[in-house]
């Protein structure tokens, strides 16, 4: 794609705007880190152009406060005082509901994954946002918490221009079979290969 142009036009019936603007799924996965980094890259865009961004983290701790989380909630709190950018939700969906406040069981943390699936699949049937991004999603996917075929239904038959990233690990093929855009991440170097741990500013 040099340039930025697609090497090929098909032969689809859309104009060049109408298939500019088709909203996509994108997943970022692969065993490198980067992958959620690159999807909030992704919704600050978004937000710098007013859309409504919906952010749903799976399997992380409800008590872990990202910096993303924290720079996307004051993005939300700019728009609500100025209406400059957009609006942002932060939801802590699945595992990350309850694994700090009570000891749980798989099953547990399974029925939550679930219930947050439903409730994004509830915004999309609303075309509450304009943006998702499913922090962890394929986790629960993987772990067959979240039914994989349901995904791809819910998503390749979304209302409206709604536009969906998905990060983590072991992305199911029938998710990437879906997807429009998939980028996997791979490592050549890793601090840690030195052990060096995480660092504030880098990884959180």
Known sequence: MPQGQPSTVPHDGLTTR???NR???IVHTGAMKGKSTAAFGTALRAWNQGWDIGVF???KSAKWRVGEESAFRALGRLHEQTGEGGPVEWHKMGEGWSWTRKKTTDDDHAAAAAE???EIARRIAAERHTLYVLDEFTY???WGWVDVDEVVDVVRNRPGRQHIVVTGRNAHPRLLEAADLVMETTKVKHPMDDGQKGQRGIEW
């Open 18 to 20: 109408q298939r500019r």
């Open 116 to 118: 947050g699936w439903r």
């Open 140 to 142: 629960p996917i993987h």
């Open 23 to 25: 909203p996509l799924v």
């Open 57 to 59: 983290q799976f399997v």
